[in-house]
């Protein structure tokens, strides 16, 4: 967690002197042998040489990602390498736990990897990752966990890489394309396409929409679709409205659902996010699937590649026959390579 002392020159004085008077610490005493450990941070010598030997590590593993991106990039360039471009390639690796009413503990770790080869011709993007959420609900991406994800063997399974490419469509258009095949025997290939449009209206209002394709060999298509309207309120409030509607081919239905949200910004290193929101699903009829109001806390915890989150939730679902299902949400996200974007 990141610790921010503030003291003040008359209360750090109080403390010198308060030091000086004080007789009743001996040579050996553990306070004493603690400060003299301790550096100009505050913390103990072994905590800051412990931190900065994680430090080294990530940032090795770093040096890794980029120069493996960069040596595709320029191989694939050949002599058309243009030393202005910046590569914003990155590993981005995520520990997430849950706790729910019944006790049960949720586990799962992530890794997603963009290799972007800005040199390319068409400025491709090489991609991985373990564990991709293109076919679970709504619901069960909302929670943030993939059913059994946890499992080593079900990483192996669902694991996938593919090569991408962005394009850009026009004024406020974006689209991206997507090749490539899950890591296992026998192939899975597949193809995703997604395409962005941002515009604002009126004074300050800004909407975006969002329509994502994707087709598995073994799992069929889906059509995901959303729209969000965005309006600041103040300095540090916004609102949201967020819509969405996604088909799956192997549960012939579609998935609905509408949220309200607040973002709250607290410092350059905190911002929360406070939800309402309504699920529903359209087999056998329309009807409600859920309700729930959610607070998501998301904090930076050092430089501009280490990050945590906490989701406390209260879900109200059909299959518990409306009653109060409480939650809480751990998340631990950590980047390799370029700090991330936006």
């Known amino acids: 967690m990141l610790l921010v002392w503030c003291v003040s020159e008359a209360s750090q004085a109080e403390r010198d002197d308060s030091r000086n ?28 040489t412990s931190g900065n ?20 990039d320029a191989y694939l360039a050949r002599d058309n390498i243009d030393e202005s471009l910046v590569n914003q390639s990155h590993v981005k690796f995520q520990i997430r736990q849950r706790f729910s009413k019944s ?7 992530k890794f997603k990897a963009r290799l972007r080869l800005p040199n390319s011709k068409r400025r491709l993007k090489l991609t991985f990752e373990s564990n991709p959420d293109d076919f679970n609900t709504i619901s069960d991406r909302r929670l ?15 694991a996938v890489a593919g090569i991408s490419l962005e394009k850009y469509l026009g ?19 597949y193809v995703r396409a997604h395409w962005t449009h941002t515009s604002s209206f009126g004074d300050q209002w ?12 073994t799992e069929g298509w889906k059509s995901d679709s959303n729209f969000d309207l965005y309006r600041p309120l103040d300095d540090n409030f ?14 012939d239905g579609w998935d609905l659902y509408q949220s309200l949200s607040i973002h709250q910004r607290i410092s350059i290193d905190t911002a929360f996010e406070h939800q309402i929101g309504v699920s529903a699903i359209s087999r056998p009829s329309l009807r409600t699937s859920g309700y729930w109001v959610r607070t ?3 904090h930076r915890l050092y430089k501009d590649w280490l990050f945590g989150k906490l989701v406390p939730e209260l879900f109200f679902g059909r299959d518990d026959n409306f009653d109060l299902v409480p939650s809480l949400l751990f998340e631990l996200e950590v980047y390799f390579g370029a700090t991330p974007e936006g």
């Open 144 to 158: 943030g966990l993939t059913p059994g994800a946890s499992s080593p063997r079900n990483v192996e399974e669902t």
């Open 103 to 109: 006790g049960q503990l949720d586990f799962e770790t």
């Open 206 to 217: 800004k909407r975006r929409f969002l329509q994502r394709f994707s087709y598995f060999h």
């Open 21 to 48: 008077s004080d007789q009743s610490v001996t040579p050996s005493s553990p306070l004493q042998s603690d400060a003299a450990e301790a550096d100009d941070s505050g913390f103990p010598r072994w905590i800051m």
């Open 53 to 72: 030997w994680l430090e080294l590590q990530r940032d090795s593993f770093s040096d890794t990602v980029m120069e493996s991106a960069m040596g595709v």
């Open 296 to 298: 998501e806390l998301r």
């Open 238 to 251: 916004m609102f949201q409205s967020s819509s969405g509607a996604q088909y799956l081919d192997k549960e």
């Open 171 to 189: 004024e406020n258009w974006d689209s991206s394309y997507n090749l490539g095949m899950k890591l296992r025997l026998p192939l899975d290939p």
